[in-house]
């Protein structure tokens, strides 16, 4: 899997490029604030139909414009895809694959793409919603399915919601349409949880693997899902289990829900946690901790899609390895290199060892203009 060219027009401080890369890597070199993280932007954008950065899509577009456009060739199992993205002011976002327009949630035709950043450490130190969605994000390119049975959920907790709420208005009464939804509630409920759960233990065993490596600490390693219905910790329930505890929990809160007008319990109430040598890094990890942790935990992402998907994906490492001591960067640099296609942003070459370096194609981006240097 890999990203051929862009053609950018536009785009944050872009006007307009067009760009050719190397199946390999690909270096963003230049100083602070001249384009960099734009241009990975750009490229996520390309092929996920979204940003990493933002979900006010309308700033993406340059200042002074009404639209911005990309395009582009991806490479998936083989075979190569003409990619699309358009964004208006006045009309929304369009995607297109091949000349077809796509949904965006469509995770077909997707590129995927894992990305090391600054902002990972909230995974670690933020609120539940960022680790539910590391999860969710992950199955939606290796499960089968999942994106639609999330987006149903998400429609039937919206509803009942919405019924709860009208029957608080009644005084606690509780509306009989709710019981309707509560089958639907719980069945995409159970499976989003199940497969979480699933996930979470592959993803477990490759985490401990890298943190060991990554600090050169044989530390025990454990990730716990924190469900808001069951309290065991324990990550291996069947989806039977949770459909029995779940149903039974959702009858006991029932007059408490009516009370607050709200779903309670599942998995949008969800966590999980990180704990190493028996310490809840996002409580207790100091923020040195956190960062390596958010850095084994994207290594761990990349290898568990190698493992189940037998794809390699798209790297795009915006600065991470700044503030990193000489022996994490050259573990994190040599975990990637050669595994697939690479785009990484810099403001100083001279920090990467040689061997790094050889074979890459290199750009210089000054003011929001792309110069390629050519191959190292």
Known sequence: MWLRNIQISNFRNFSHFELEFSPTLNLFEGGNAQGKTNLLEA??????????RTSTDQIMIKWN??????????????????????????????????????????????????????????IIQAGPGYRRNFLDELLFFTSPGFSHIRF????????????????????????????????????LGSKIIYLRLMILRKLESIFCDIYRELTGLNRSCQFI??????????????????????????????????????????????????????????IFGSQGEQKIASIALRLAEVAL????????????????????????????????????QIFLT???????????????LIFHIENGKVFTHGKR
């Open 152 to 187: 149903s959920f998400n429609k039937v907790l919206s509803q009942r919601n919405a019924l709860l709420g009208l029957a608080g208005e009644k005084g606690g009464i509780e509306d009989k349409n709710i019981e309707v939804w509560d089958s639907q509630f719980l069945e």
């Open 225 to 282: 899902y924190s469900c808001s219905f069951f309290k065991e910790k324990n990550n291996n329930y069947s989806i039977e289990d949770i459909k029995e505890i779940f149903s039974s929990q959702l009858k006991k809160i029932r007059s408490k829900e009516l009370k607050y007008r709200v779903s309670l319990i599942g998995p949008h109430r969800d966590d999980f946690k990180i704990i190493v040598s028996g310490i809840d890094q996002r």
């Open 65 to 122: 414009r009404d639209t911005l456009y990309l395009s582009g060739e991806g490479e998936i199992e083989g075979n190569f895809h003409k990619y699309e993205f358009s964004l208006s002011r006045d009309s929304g976002k369009i995607r297109r694959v091949n000349s077809h327009k796509v949904s965006i949630g469509n995770t077909s035709y997707w590129l995927w793409m894992v990305v090391f950043s600054a902002r990972d450490i909230r």
């Open 43 to 52: 490229i996520y954008c390309l092929g996920r139909g979204t940003s990493f």
């Open 305 to 340: 899609v190698r493992e189940i998907k037998k794809e390699q994906p798209i790297v795009l490492l915006d600065d991470v390895t700044s503030d990193l001591d000489p022996p994490r960067e050259r573990f994190l640099l040599e975990a990637l290199k050669g595994k697939g």
């Open 346 to 360: 810099t403001v100083d070459l001279s920090r990467f060892y040689p061997e790094f370096l050889s074979d890459s």
